[in-house]
T-cell receptor, first 115, second 112 residues
Framework: NAGVTQTPKFRVLKTGQSMTLLCAQD?????MYWYRQDPGMGLRLIHY???????AKGEVPDGYNVSRLKKQNFLLGLESAAPSQTSVYFC??????????????FGDGTRLSIL | AQSVTQPDIHITVSEGASLELRCNYS??????LFWYVQSPGQGLQLLLK????DTLVQGIKGFEAEFKRSQSSFNLRKPSVHWSDAAEYFC??????????WGAGTKLIIKP
């Protein structure tokens, strides 16, 4: 099983460039999430989705946009990259809650550097 | 507001020694609590979770955690660590049906 797959794994951008990070899951999960991970700060939620066609803001949404056109895919976009967006980005998914929270399944991350 | 504190940024333990990683949470109701592990260059993997019932929870890889409501803690333990346990460990508490609040993580270093 592939689980959660993130594309690309590494990317270097120049300030002002745009790019899209792709997350794909093959577990038929309803919920999907985008996090960023910075040293000493743990995981911070950027945006999330509770189903196809839905998105919502997390803790640090500024500078990012997302789309969930298909249930299995969750895209994270940077319209105009800034050095402060240098980070490791993780996508996660989880099943719909049914009587108890379900654990999140993570991809291996995308390491993004903005010069 | 809900929060999770992992007081130790780094912990160094000798191989074969016991381990305890601390996690304190702030939450009004009975929390749903999680421990995840992150190996270098990889995503996070669930170690164990607590929803209700028995306050001692068993997880994968020989880990266990104990929920103590009076201390607002959910500490992770392992009786004997292996070199392969070197990783970063994250505690999390459920904020809502969809969201978790994460601690900053504790990096575990294993001395040979």
């Amino acid at each position: 099983n592939a689980g959660v797959t993130q594309t690309p794994k590494f990317r270097v951008l120049k300030t002002g460039q745009s790019m899209t990070l792709l997350c794909a899951q093959d577990m038929n999960h309803e919920y999907m999430y985008w996090y960023r991970q910075d040293p000493g700060m743990g995981l911070r939620l950027i945006h999330y989705s509770v189903g196809e066609g839905t998105t919502a803001k997390g803790e640090v949404p500024d500078g990012y946009n997302v789309s969930r056109l298909k249930k299995q895919n969750f895209l994270l976009g940077l319209e105009s990259a800034a050095p402060s967006q240098t980070s490791v980005y993780f996508c996660a998914s989880s099943p719909r809650r049914a009587g108890g929270n379900q654990p999140q399944h993570f991809g291996d991350g995308t390491r993004l550097s903005i010069l | 507001a809900q929060s999770v504190t992992q007081p130790d940024i780094h912990i160094t333990v000798s191989e074969g020694a016991s381990l305890e990683l601390r996690c304190n949470y702030s939450y009004g109701a009975t929390p749903y609590l999680f421990w995840y592990v992150q190996s270098p260059g990889q995503g996070l993997q669930l170690l164990l979770k607590y929803f209700s019932g028995d306050t001692l929870v068993q997880g994968i890889k020989g880990f266990e955690a104990e929920f103590k409501r009076s201390q607002s803690s959910f500490n992770l333990r392992k009786p004997s660590v292996h070199w392969s346990d070197a990783a970063e460990y994250f505690c999390a508490v459920e904020k809502s049906n969809y969201q978790l609040i994460w601690g900053a993580g504790t990096k575990l270093i294993i001395k040979p």
